[in-house]
């Protein structure tokens, strides 16, 4: 019963979507106030009924309901219970499902938070994001339903995937979806811009924080799917330049150069059309992930369970919303032109190269991506496109670009004097060099990867400490700087912080393949670990097999680390369970191998030694909140109070 | 002009991606198909006085079945594979057992059934390497003369069998 209610609410959803796209884009396109102000009832109503659908298959996980094929496939009844709750997006089809109800979460918190807009625009806004729900809401419906039954169910779910039984990818989807997700608001507010033909400062405005928003969102979700490799994969390592990380990587470059030119485009009014285009492009790159993991086109180690019939669904909404909004822009962006002038030395110009670099990082990572499938539907062979690739071509397109951000932020808009700039960065400037070319003589190895790196790192930092020293004259006024300022440095710092991290720990890693009897001892960074042999444990679904590692140095006892290993009893598949001792300045990371005799007293053994690996995750944080404070600065939400204050003043004013 | 650039650059890739969809990038081209199978001989699981080399099958097409007893595809194929057995009709397959440590494979076979004519024991793995075997099961035909005509990687189910081993097995003449 609960399960064919969940298909009902997301037939009326799917209605309910197709009311909220089609009367509010024709009453904007009219002036028909009645007809727009459909847009938010419908968005509200639809929001309620996907809330309902999801519930339904929440509670079918929840009660082990195995007639729903989509619970018998991914659940278990000795699956702990929040497994079983985040097991409602471990698959393709519930996936999908809360992908759907993300998108009318955003939905509602565009029209709740909208009402400063004109009514046309917002209208519009809500129209398209109908649109887009109607895409989604098909698929499910047609070809993805996560409510599909069989009878009689079997006995036992076939468990969830192991690998998607842990913390991280509990929280790690929501996020990255949100930030996908998120995308299609400023996609929306692209699209209504164009049909309005109103491209102006204010679309900037408005549209500028929900990408700001969009994009921290998905920051958050591509370090926690970094942090979850690193932990869960069990060999240590936190990004692999897969089809399905490139797939999150590339919206969140894309959205990197939308949120920079967003700022122009707001700012000086300059940029427009290439903003435009940029918000079209970083959602139609979002849903090219979708495509990218569902269809099967490329092989990955993360691919759901692939299906040409899905796959020719998404390429074919792909195109009517990708397609279709690139003809609009082909059709009316060229109308909207001019803007500010700015000189060649100016924070616009710098802007614009940021987001050359970015684009062009974007199609580098894009053609790696999808060479394997070019080469392969031209029929050339078969071949995959590795790490080198991608280490080769993405540094030498970043690293300008990382120069760049230390100088652009403390540039004038319009132009700047090339010898004032220099004045004003020359010690930052000797200092990052010396750092970059110093610093690494203390470390394990002068490596060139490592002098630019830290000599990158330390520029961006440094100019970040500038900006504020310039701005701020007493301590006082460092709260009453405005939230964007603060959201900006604190973001480029995360940037400086995280490339530190990944310098450090690329060219500083240690690993260690050791085969080990119990009573053995490794010597790693310092470190000395004794293996203390193995036991066996039981946990609710799964049997374990538990190493001791006993960590001591100069002689003394420091940490014990459990590295595991465990046999799934559904599915058989046996999991690695490293064990990690993190701290600020470097992991130590065990991981079991395979038993090298039948007594099971010797094991390989893994060890992983990673300096300041934790940068990375922390660089990210930083981003985020930076993200978030830039997104609620005060100028945006200024607005919406002095609008609810006439709202609230305008009942008076007809009664009087 | 240049504003329907994105557009056309668009619709390139959708080109791409509708080839892509018929095509499967897990299907990897084994380099030994046309060539000399690798030759071995090997002890057999069960009988410490016999051992198994590739040149007895030499003169009939047969089946190289890669498995290991704790393999769990392995099992979902084992009832095909048993079922081969029975027909009388299907090539003989002998059963290639890889890096079993456990040593569980003669129990395995006495409780579920032995499909295969012959179960050489490649405990470390050597002549896996040397076939290219990247994991279990997989499944080679080999004709008349000793060439490998067919790999398949992954348990083979009824579909499979019939549209990728029966017609090739056919045009042997077998």
């Not at chain 1, 497994?83 to 992908?99: D, I, R």
């Not at chain 1, 400086?496 to 490794?522: K, P």
């Not at chain 2, 003369?145 to 549209?163: A, C, E, F, Q």
């Amino acid at each position: 019963m609960i399960p064919e209610i969940g298909t009902l609410a997301l037939i009326l959803a799917l209605l309910l979507a197709l009311t909220q796209a089609v009367l509010p884009l024709w009453g904007a396109q009219r002036g028909n106030l009645t007809w727009m102000s459909v847009a938010r009832p419908a968005a509200f109503g639809q929001f309620t009924f996907i809330l309902i659908a999801y519930l339904c298959l929440v509670y079918s996980f929840l009660t082990n309901d195995f007639t729903v094929i989509n619970v018998a496939n991914n659940s278990y009844s000795n699956l702990p219970a929040f497994y079983q709750f985040t097991a409602t997006w471990g698959s393709h089809e519930g996936s999908l499902l809360f992908w759907s109800m993300l998108l009318s979460v955003w939905t509602v918190a565009v029209a709740t938070f909208s009402r400063t807009l004109p009514e046309e625009m917002v209208s519009r806004v809500i129209g398209v994001l109908g649109l887009i729900s109607v895409g989604f809401l098909s698929m499910l419906l047609i070809t993805s339903s996560p409510f599909l039954r069989q009878f009689p169910g079997p006995a036992e779910g076939s468990d969830l995937n192991p690998l998607l039984q842990d913390w991280g990818m509990i929280i790690h989807p929501p996020m990255l979806y949100m930030g996908y997700v998120g995308f299609a608001v400023a996609f929306a507010f692209a699209v209504a811009a164009l049909l309005s033909g109103r491209l102006d400062a204010a679309w900037a405005r408005w549209s500028r924080p929900w990408a700001t928003v969009a994009w921290a969102f998905l920051t958050l979700g591509v370090a926690l799917g970094s942090w979850w490799a690193y932990r869960e994969l069990g060999w240590g390592g936190w990004w692999f330049w897969d089809p399905v990380e490139n797939a999150s990587f590339m919206p969140w470059l894309a959205g990197t150069a939308l949120i920079h030119s967003l700022a122009v485009a707001e700012k000086r009014g300059a940029f427009k059309a290439w903003t435009v285009l940029l918000a079209l492009i970083t959602f139609s790159l979002s849903l090219l992930g979708t495509f990218l993991v569902r269809s099967g086109v490329l092989s990955s180690v993360h691919a759901f369970a692939v299906d040409p019939q899905r796959g020719a669904f998404i390429l074919g909404f792909m195109m009517l919303v990708v397609g279709g909004s690139l003809a609009l822009f082909a059709w009316r962006a060229p109308r909207m032109v001019a803007g500010g002038a700015f000189t060649w030395f100016s924070r616009e110009s710098m802007l614009l190269a940021n987001n050359v670099m970015m684009v062009a990082s974007v199609a580098a990572v894009l053609l790696g991506t999808l060479y394997p499938l070019f080469i392969d539907a031209l029929g050339l062979g078969k071949l995959s496109v590795g790490p080198p690739y991608f280490n080769a071509v993405f540094v030498p397109l970043i690293t300008p670009a990382l120069f760049l951000m230390g100088v652009g932020p403390l540039m004038r808009w319009k132009g700047d004097s090339v010898p004032d700039i220099l004045q004003r960065l020359k010690w930052a400037l000797a200092i990052a060099m010396a750092t970059g070319l110093l610093l690494p003589l203390t470390l394990d190895g002068y490596k060139p990867w490592a002098v630019l790196g830290l000599g990158l790192s330390t520029w961006i930092a440094l100019t970040v400490l500038i900006a504020f020293r310039e701005r701020v004259k007493n301590a006082s006024q460092l709260f009453t700087l405005p939230r964007a300022f603060w959201g900006m440095h604190l973001a480029h710092l995360g940037l400086a912080i995280g490339l530190a991290g990944i310098t450090m720990v690329v060219n500083y890693e240690r690993e260690l393949d050791v085969r080990m009897n119990v009573g053995d001892q490794a010597q790693m960074a310092g470190y000395t670990l004794t293996f203390k042999g193995t036991e066996n444990y039981s946990g609710p679904n799964y049997e374990g097999t538990r190493g001791t590692v006993i960590v001591s140095k100069d002689g003394e006892e420091r940490f014990t680390l459990y590295p595991a290993k465990r046999v799934y009893n559904r599915s058989g598949s046996v999991m690695t369970e490293a064990s990690v001792r993190p701290s600020l300045f470097s992991d130590l990371y065990v991981s079991l191998g395979e038993p090298l005799n039948n007594e099971l007293t010797t094991w390989a053994v893994r060890l992983y030694y990673k300096p300041f690996i934790n940068w990375m995750w922390l660089g990210a944080v930083f981003m985020v909140v930076g993200g978030f404070l830039a997104a609620t600065d005060r100028r945006y939400r200024i607005g919406a109070k002095a609008r609810a204050t006439a709202d609230s003043a305008s009942p008076n004013t007809q009664g009087a | 002009m240049k504003r329907w650039l994105p557009l056309v650059f668009f619709f390139v890739l959708v080109g791409f991606f509708a080839k892509g969809l018929f095509l499967n990038p897990r299907e990897v081209p084994s380099a030994f198909i046309g060539k000399a199978a690798p030759v071995f001989t090997l002890p057999v699981v069960g009988q410490a006085d016999k051992a198994f080399s590739t040149t007895d099958m030499k003169g009939q097409v047969w089946l190289l079945n890669v498995w290991a007893p704790w393999c769990v595809s392995c099992k979902v194929e084992h009832q095909l594979l048993m079922a081969l057995a029975d027909s009388q009709k299907a090539p003989p397959i002998v059963g290639l057992n890889w890096k079993d440590k456990s040593r569980d494979a003669e129990r395995l076979l006495i409780q579920t059934g032995n499909p295969y004519v012959a179960v050489p024991d490649d405990l470390s793995g050597r002549v896996g390497i040397d076939w290219g075997v990247t994991g279990t099961p997989e499944t080679y035909l080999i004709d008349q003369s000793g060439t490998v005509r067919l790999k398949h990687v992954g348990p083979i189910d009824v579909d499979i069998w019939r549209n990728k081993f029966v017609p090739k097995i056919k045009e042997l003449g077998a």
